[in-house]
């Protein structure tokens, strides 16, 4: 069975609904996650694209991320579209696991060349703003800089990587061709701006459909997956179903999912996100009761 694919908005790319999200193979512990060996991400990379994955999400600052996908995937640029971030540097803040951003266009453009030389490839088919403010991104002129690029070939199509409370008055730009949204049963605040995007013509691109996974089995945190048992969801699983594995269903019947990138370094974690990746989306019915439950224990959309 082969995996669904969705028209990534006015990009016309179609890609795969199920992603992969590249920041598991950064290589050590930066933005909080395993550590990954070089075997490991050759090994996950030639996986995913091996399985029919076409979108993988990447940054400049997830550490060796980009580099991995250069080494191992540069022969086979043409079987994947990729999306990275700007605004990143390798500049760590202090003792924490976060990288500060820079908005100047010399930090950009070191970024999209630094991205490319990585990656090998000579353009990236998708370049997003990485979280700024919008005041900031007005102030700095991150469109008109994104739009030079590509003119100049080396991107393909703009996007923003964005949140509440800026990612609306991004929305209603209505300059980008992509959005990154945070979005899953258990943080359903973007709910609705999904789709007020997606009507705009935007592509959506999902982050954290699974929540990082159900704690134990997944790093995911207990404080936001109490709210699976406050619902009762367990009662919708159908026999043998995973948490989890609901969880990504929800993501994915979400009508303006066209891609959730889901990271692992886990060959068989893969192989199971296929799985319910190719089940598709919940029974409309199903869907349906699992949002009434959520309202009910106050995770609904703004």
């Known amino acids: 069975m082969s995996l669904i694919k969705k028209t990534l908005g006015r990009t016309g790319l179609e890609v795969t609904q199920l992603g992969f999200g590249a920041m598991e193979v950064r290589g050590n512990r930066i933005w909080g996650g395993r550590p990954c060996t070089d075997e490991q991400a050759e090994t996950i990379l030639d996986a995913v694209v091996d399985a029919g ?6 940054a400049n600052d997830y550490g060796k991320s980009e580099m991995y996908i250069g080494q191992y ?37 070191r970024n999209i060349a630094d ?16 979280n700024p403010d919008a005041e900031t991104a007005e102030k700095s002129g991150l469109v008109d800089l994104l739009k030079e690029l590509q003119s100049a070939g080396v991107v393909h199509h703009i996007g923003c990587s964005s949140t509440s ?20 049963a258990l943080e359903r605040q973007h709910e609705n701006l999904i789709t007020k995007a997606a009507d705009g013509g935007a592509g959506i691109i999902i982050r954290g459909g699974v929540a990082r996974g159900e704690p134990g089995a997944g790093l995911g945190g207990e404080d936001r997956w109490t709210k699976f048992e406050k619902a009762k969801l367990d009662e919708l699983l159908e ?10 269903r929800f993501t994915l019947s979400h009508p303006h999912c066209h891609t959730t990138i889901v990271g692992t370094v886990n060959p068989d974690h893969l192989k199971e996100n296929l799985a319910i990746a190719q089940k598709g989306a919940l029974p409309a019915d199903i869907y349906a009761e699992a949002k009434k439950r959520l309202d009910a224990v106050g995770e609904s959309p703004e």
């Not at 994955?53 to 990447?58: G, Q, R, V």
């Not at 991205?115 to 990485?130: A, F, G, N, P």
């Not at 026999?239 to 990504?248: A, I, Q, Y």
Request: net charge negative; with cysteine; glycine share 6%.
């Open 53 to 58: 994955i076409n979108f993988i999400d990447t």
């Open 73 to 109: 995937l540069a022969k086979r640029r043409d079987e994947f579209y990729v999306a990275t971030k700007c605004g990143c540097t390798m500049q760590y803040a202090g003792d924490h696991d976060e990288t500060p951003h820079y908005w100047t266009r010399e930090n950009i453009m």
């Open 115 to 130: 991205s490319l030389m990585k990656m090998r490839t000579e353009y990236v088919d998708i370049l997003q703003l990485h």
């Open 165 to 184: 409370p800026h990612l609306a008055k991004y929305i209603d730009w209505g300059v980008f061709d992509v959005f990154q949204i945070p979005y899953s």
């Open 239 to 248: 026999e043998g179903e995973t948490r989890t594995g609901f969880l990504l």
